[in-house]
């Protein structure tokens, strides 16, 4: 049989998903902070988004189930389904939302570095809102799948070209990669590092995008290829942001200010611009707003899907995109969302809520995925592999690991 050329599928939703404003933050904060010591972090996190969303696409394309279908078919009708599809319902609803109107003021923040376009926040929020909406509205998995694969490209385009041009030191960046090492108070990053590559609500979207796009199990091939490409692709985004910020922040560092300009909590936007400044000069509010622009959008309609394909599957309603009940469940997260972004709220308790939901939910899914995957009566001869299930519960193990020392970090 001829190989026929790679095309980006579903998978495509799954980087377009991680590579928002708050990846962009928080990688630019990891490299200012500590260099280039926690890339380790971002290799594993692309590691286990691969080995996850593998087997949420084997899902979808060899199972024909969404995640949220399979949770009501092999979870027992009753208490344990209840408590399952609320915690879920509520992790995603709220997370969503919440991050929603961080996606929406995200993108907002992009165009107010271009100075704002000769427009006002508010109207530029209302605007890529309503974009986001228009595009989910079409409801044609091609058009929206070639807006992420532009908006991915753009990216990779912008922070690659700025990590090779800022002076990386490469043989820095590659020492990062291997031994694994965490600098004190580094922890915090680590895990948000790693919390904005892997989350649960991914594998809702790629489980229900696989089997909606892929017509037999045949195509399984073709759907791992996808993952591999795509995943990897927004976690080299991910590792040229903390490289270009590692490399524009070590002149403090050397000078022992670093604690001064780089070791906070939070950045602030102009922080944001100092990476690129060395390299772009007074071009680089330019580029990091187009940046901000493209991830924001990106997020903006890949959280809304999510959250549709995790509802409709969980209640059994018709997973159609253009089915009322699909419209309005993305159109319930975008709304709050952007309700959230026009009244410049920042819903610190819905955050901190879905942080929790989030460090609860994403040990759950995982092992449920492994259940799942290792049925041979659903996967056929796609069940999982001994080796798979090595690799799939060190990863479950580590997620939970993080997961438990996330909640103690923000209960405490």
Do not use: C
């Amino acid at each position: 049989m001829a190989q026929t050329r790679f095309k980006f599928g579903p998978a495509t939703f799954v980087a377009a998903a991680f590579i928002g404003p708050g990846t962009v933050t928080t990688a630019t904060l990891a490299g200012a902070n500590y260099g280039y010591v926690l890339s380790w972090g971002i290799l594993f996190s692309i590691f286990a988004t691969i080995m996850l969303q593998e087997m949420a696409a084997r899902l979808g394309v060899v199972g024909r189930l969404s995640l949220g279908e399979a949770i009501r078919a092999k979870v027992p009708k009753g208490i344990a389904f209840a408590s399952a599809a609320t915690l879920i319902v509520l992790a995603i609803f709220i997370g969503n939302a919440a991050y929603e109107g961080g996606n929406l003021s995200g993108a907002a923040l992009g165009a107010s570095y271009m100075d704002g376009l000769g427009m006002s926040k508010t109207f530029i929020t209302l605007l890529l809102g309503l974009l986001a909406a228009g595009l989910l509205l079409i409801g044609r998995f091609n058009v929206l799948k070639n807006v992420l694969a532009t908006v991915v490209a753009l990216l990779s385009l912008v922070y690659l070209f700025a990590a090779i041009t800022s002076g990386v030191d490469w043989s820095a960046a590659l020492s990062g990669m291997l031994p694994l090492r965490l600098p004190a108070g580094s922890e915090l990053t680590l895990i948000a590092l790693i919390g904005t590559t892997v989350v649960p609500y991914n594998l809702f979207l790629h489980a229900s995008a696989a089997r909606d796009h892929y017509v037999t199990p045949d195509e399984l091939p073709a759907a791992r290829m996808d993952t591999y490409i795509s995943v990897m692709l927004g976690g080299l985004i991910t590792l040229a942001i903390s490289f270009t910020a590692a490399a524009a922040f070590a002149p403090a560092a050397s000078a022992g200010v670093l604690a001064e300009l780089g070791n906070k909590t939070s950045i602030g936007s102009q922080d944001l611009l100092i990476p690129l400044q060395g390299v772009l000069g007074g071009y680089a509010r330019y580029v990091l707003g187009i940046g901000y622009l493209a991830a924001g959008l990106s997020s903006a309609i890949t959280a809304p899907l999510a959250s549709a394909y995790a509802m409709v599957g969980l209640f059994g309603w018709s997973s159609d995109m253009k089915s009322l009940r699909f419209r309005l469940s993305w159109a319930a997260v975008l709304l709050v969302g952007l309700g959230f972004a026009l009244t410049g709220i920042k819903p610190v308790s819905l955050i901190f809520l879905a942080q929790v939901a989030n460090g609860i939910l994403l040990p759950v899914i995982a092992g449920f995925l492994l259940w799942v995957v290792n049925d041979k009566g659903l996967l056929a001869g796609q069940s999982n592999s001994t080796l798979r299930n090595l690799i799939g519960g060190l990863v479950l193990l580590i997620t939970l690991v993080l997961s438990m020392r996330s909640l103690w970090l923000a209960f405490s």
